[in-house]
């Protein structure tokens, strides 16, 4: 979230409707084997398709599953926390999800060292 109290996104559609109290995926899924089967099968089509740039391919699990969420064949439940987000996507994300870290550690959210 930026000092303004927006989040920052770089997507447009996203961008014009998201707000700080927005929910967004933290990639954190608990799933039987079949959820499993039904992403690999989409893998495999995701890996079969050479239209887009290899590098900058995503197989972004929150798409694949709002998909199967939309076409009634799985369910999810959400589970809400007021935990801070930190995303860390990409190399500049680092200075940012560093100092987020930092501050959790001052609040004691988080021990300075995880693993003694």
């Not at 447009?12 to 099968?41: C, K, Q, Y």
Request: hydrophobic share 40%; charged share 30%.
């Amino acid at each position: 979230m930026n000092p303004d109290n927006t989040v920052q996104c770089d997507n447009d559609e996203v961008s014009r409707w998201i707000t700080p109290d927005s929910h967004v995926s933290m990639n954190m899924w608990a799933a039987g084997p079949e959820l499993f089967r039904v992403l690999e099968d989409g893998f495999v089509e995701f890996l079969e398709d050479d239209s887009k740039d290899p590098l900058k391919k995503e197989y972004l699990i929150p798409i694949r599953v709002g998909d199967l969420l939309h076409k009634n064949q799985v369910e999810v439940e959400v589970r809400e926390t007021n935990d801070k987000w930190i995303g860390i996507t990409y190399q500049e994300d680092t200075a940012l999800a560093q100092e987020g870290f930092r501050e959790m550690i001052a609040a004691g959210v988080y021990p300075a060292k995880l693993w003694a």
